[in-house]
């Protein structure tokens, strides 16, 4: 009877045992089947969030490319602004209904007290579109993917690459009062695209030597200098990183022998741009419209011409002429001191391109050297021509618009 007691107890245990185990079981895969779809939805969402982070850096690349596209136009330009960028969009993939905003202000050096408030330079958009994803959309779970971006035009505040030449703005030939007030610099600018001589006589109220850094990291313009470090400036451009409104140490006239033997070794280096017959002729010289490209394609660096350099192949900087004849010059006001040593700050860089030299015969008759490899004798009667022209260097930091022609452009935001 006990025995039977005892077994009778032993099939109960067992049968709970069994049943335990079961339940056991089951829950053991109500947990499986949990854990392995929260695997994959986890595993899902990673690889939704990979590709909307894909996707993000795609849309900012294309937001960047949209206002880099508009932006070279600004500011005279602006329907065309509007247009390019909407066109880069719809050549590369951006469906025009994803370009939720496309704004043109005059935002960008709004701070600046010499900043224009008519003059539109800058231009914004946001783009936006459905994010691709894997699963999350099963679940009914979406959202866009945006991005901003925001172009600005400027002229150049500060630069390398400076010849060691300054030119004053109030007495200078070259330059034309437009606006109405003959005290205030930027009521004047250069008279593009017409002969220019930016040295006529020695000493000169209108042009100067002026005394830069020669290496990297030097001042601007440091104390001392000398005849080789003028010459060496003159040939490849100082390498000193000069500011507008630095103080700069000016010396009314140029150093004849110096400066002409100086050019003659920089135009010597010459040739990059003239080997594609596309673009003017193989006679030896680089010419204006082979060594920049117009927009519009004018064929003269009227006061509506911007230019951007080509790549003749040289110079692995794309900012920078491929030419030695285009050259960076340092405007000033004017020369206080017209016999000596004088400080003034920099109110701006302008875009050079050296025709040549000529010398004033005794007749008064000029006999021109396209690449100033005159006589040292006639050295004393001759001067450096050329013109103003305003062009888009890439690159470079930039500030409140001026109407001296060195422009650059850069993404803000």
């Not at 937001?63 to 005279?76: K, M, R, T």
């Not at 880069?88 to 701070?111: K, Q």
Request: aromatic letters at 8%; one cysteine or more; proline letters at 6%.
């Amino acid at each position: 009877m006990m025995r039977d007691h005892i077994s009778s107890l032993r099939a109960a245990c067992a049968r709970g045992a069994r049943r335990l185990i079961g339940e056991e079981r089951g829950a053991g895969v109500i947990w499986f089947a949990a854990f392995t779809l929260v695997a994959l939805l986890g595993g899902t969402i990673v690889i939704d969030y990979g590709d909307i982070v894909v996707e993000r850096r795609d849309q900012q690349k294309s937001a960047d490319a949209i206002v880099l596209a508009g932006v070279q136009e600004l500011p005279e330009e602006t329907l065309l602004a509007d247009q390019f960028a909407r066109e880069w969009g719809l050549r590369n993939g951006v469906d025009p209904t994803e370009i939720v905003d496309l704004t043109l202000d005059a935002s960008c050096w709004s701070s600046h007290p010499d900043d224009d408030p008519l003059v539109l330079d800058s231009i914004s958009t946001d783009i936006s579109r459905p994010a691709n994803m894997f699963l999350l959309r099963e679940f009914g779970i979406g959202f866009n993917v945006g991005a901003h971006a925001k172009g600005c035009v400027g002229s150049l505040i500060e630069t390398t690459g400076l010849r060691p030449w300054s030119v004053s703005i109030f007495n200078s030939e070259c330059f034309s009062l437009t606006g109405g007030n003959a005290a205030n610099v930027l009521d004047y600018e250069p008279q593009y695209g017409q002969r220019c001589v930016i040295r006529l006589e020695s000493p000169s109220s209108q042009v100067g030597s002026i005394r830069l850094g020669d290496e990297p990291g030097d001042d601007c313009s440091p104390p001392g200098g000398g005849a080789s470090a003028y010459k060496e400036n003159i040939v490849e451009g100082s390498d000193a990183l000069c500011a507008i409104g630095e103080i700069i140490a000016t010396e009314p006239g140029l150093q004849v022998g110096p400066t002409f033997t100086a050019v003659e070794d920089m135009l010597a280096l010459e040739g990059a741009c003239d080997t594609n017959p596309n673009f003017g002729n193989t006679n030896g010289y680089d010419e204006l419209l082979e060594v920049f490209t117009a927009n519009p394609s004018d064929v003269a660096p009227g006061p509506n011409t911007i230019f951007t350099p080509r790549n003749c192949g040289w110079d692995t900087d794309p900012g920078t002429p491929d030419s030695p004849r285009f050259v960076t010059l340092v405007l000033i006001d004017q020369f206080d001191k017209p016999n000596g040593f004088d400080t003034e700050p920099i109110i701006a860089f302008a875009g050079f391109f050296i025709e040549g030299c000529e010398v004033v015969e005794g007749d008064g008759s000029l006999t021109a050297y396209p690449q100033c490899d005159m006589k040292n004798s006639d050295r004393a009667n001759a001067q450096i021509v050329g013109t103003f022209v305003q062009h888009l260097k890439l690159g470079g930091a930039a500030g409140v618009l001026n109407p001296f022609g060195t422009r650059t452009y850069a993404l803000v935001e």
